[in-house]
T-cell receptor, first 115, second 111 residues
Framework: EAQVTQNPRYLITVTGKKLTVTCSQNMNHEYMSWYRQDPGLGLRQIYY???????DKGDVPEGYKVSRKEKRNFPLILESPSPNQTSLYFCASRPRGTGGFYEQYFGPGTRLTVT | RKEVEQDPGPFNVPEGATVAFNCTYSNSASQSFFWYRQDCRKEPKLLMS?????NEDGRFTAQLNRASQYISLLIRDSKLSDSATYLC????????????WGAGTKLIIKP
């Protein structure tokens, strides 16, 4: 089954404790991205990757890191989480193409709470 | 001003009614437009792309007005299962075609 998986689905942590949210897709997509979703603000892109070893900042990259060592995986790293990073996080992938015409496939989401 | 704006709703609509959503965007260079549907606490899923000539998929009709920079979604004969949040999405041509997401319009269909 074609899918994007994320883990963990739910996480409660404390300020400053490093964490990683994993993302994996089995569709051989070149393009992957991370979003956060907050009430009233919609989805905001954190980072994206157009291919292996190529990553770029999105609109809200502060406090996050990513890596793309393999095509299928795109982990999101919070080195020192803070309460303002409490949010619902989605990983997404799509074929590379230009023009953004391709459908994005999303993982099920990770609900993160930082106390 | 947000790049993509939608009425947050909620729209409370009786089953069987027709409901319309509008969305405005500010980047005139945008060239791809979509409607996604998001059920409560779930991931967004593509509902339909929006083409310049307008397009229809069953009970759903999408329209694009480039001159006024708005997109619309019409749902006819609404069903209880249409209850969800509808997200307007526009690409940003001048930045690697990144997608810009509206905050969504919540639709509640009542029996």
């Amino acid at each position: 089954e074609a899918q994007v998986t994320q883990n963990p689905r739910y996480l409660i942590t404390v300020t400053g404790k490093k964490l990683t949210v994993t993302c994996s897709q089995n569709m051989n997509h070149e393009y992957m991205s991370w979003y956060r979703q907050d009430p009233g603000l919609g989805l905001r892109q954190i980072y994206y990757s157009m291919n292996v070893e190529v990553t770029d900042k999105g609109d809200v990259p502060e406090g996050y890191k990513v890596s793309r060592k393999e095509k299928r995986n795109f982990p999101l790293i919070l080195e020192s989480p803070s309460p303002n990073q409490t949010s619902l996080y989605f990983c997404a992938s799509r074929p590379r193409g230009t023009g953004g015409f391709y459908e994005q496939y999303f993982g099920p989401g990770t609900r993160l709470t930082v106390t | 001003r947000k790049e993509v704006e939608q009425d947050p709703g909620p729209f409370n609509v009786p089953e069987g009614a027709t409901v319309a959503f509008n969305c405005t965007y500010s980047n005139s260079a945008s060239q791809s437009f979509f409607w996604y549907r998001q059920d409560c606490r779930k991931e967004p899923k593509l509902l339909m792309s929006v083409y310049s000539s307008g397009n229809e998929d069953g009970r759903f009709t999408a329209q694009l007005n480039r001159a006024s920079q708005y997109i619309s979604l019409l749902i006819r004969d609404s069903k209880l299962s249409d209850s969800a949040t509808y997200l307007c999405v526009v690409n940003r041509r001048d930045s690697n075609y990144q997608l810009i997401w509206g905050a969504g319009t919540k639709l509640i269909i009542k029996p």
